[in-house]
């Protein structure tokens, strides 16, 4: 089993318009959305959701009030706020625990809440495997790390050998727990001084962890002088930059189709440079690319 996950050092890349291209070109795959804060990769996927299930990945205190004495000592270790009246607000609250450890009576306890879901679906590319946050809540990386896992379930069921993933922006724990055993990494940057910063930053966390790359420029055109400083800064570190995407305003338009730019439009610049560069991400990957 294979498994590549597209990423960017920061959000706007295009990084879930090329996995989403990526995806229409790889025949039956399995797919996973990792970008469990801000998912998009269903806008142009469409999928069918087929299961659903909850997501425990933080605690809230809870007072109870048979117990509690109303002593005030866990209103005044709370850092955040979240203990007004003796009762704890569930959006405040962070589920630290310190209430629990300093109330003399026993009366708090922590308790698992859902912080979100995590779904299994159908595309007419293969299984996608998704998720979403809730609203304020963390541990997006155990989330992620939830996607991946049924992403391998997919795989194994359905007998398939590729795992495409669609990895969140910039360099945290979320990035880190889709990055970590994956067979490439292909690193999708603009064009621009942050594009360029932010794409060094995302490719020290891949080299950490010993992630093969290849980089993918968009919109290349819209300054070529930082285009070509980072094909020259990703050529000195050795790494094969297998894209250089056009600027094309027909993206735009598969967009608001709500489908991947190769489908909408498989002769615009754009899709031909995708194209490619999917060529040389599967030579690299090992496989033999199909026409």
Partial sequence: MRQMVVASGKGGTGKTTIAASFAALAGRIVLADC?????????????????????QGSKLATIDKEKCTECGLCKDACRYDAIRDFEVDPIMCEG??????????????????????????????????????????ANSGKLVALVRQNARFLAEKEGLDT???????????????????????????????????DLERVMAVANHFKVRQVVIINMHDINEANAESIVESCRRNGVS??????FDPTVIRAMVAGEPVVEYSPRCPASREIRKAWHDVLFTLGRNSQP
């Fill in 35 to 55: 970008d469990v804060d801000a998912a998009t990769l269903h806008l142009l996927l469409r999928p069918r959701v087929v299961s659903k299930q909850e997501f």
């Fill in 241 to 246: 930059v297998v894209g250089m995407i056009p």
């Fill in 96 to 137: 630290c625990g310190v209430c629990a450890y300093v109330c003399p009576a026993g009366a708090i306890s922590l308790r698992e809440r859902v912080s979100g879901h995590a779904y299994i679906s159908d595309t007419k590319y293969g299984p996608m495997s998704h998720a979403k946050l809730g609203t304020a809540e």
């Fill in 163 to 197: 795992i495409l993933i669609d990895g969140p922006p910039g360099i945290g724990c979320p990035l880190i727990s889709s990055l970590t055993g994956v067979d490439l990494a292909v690193m999708v940057a603009e064009p621009t001084l942050s594009g360029r910063h």
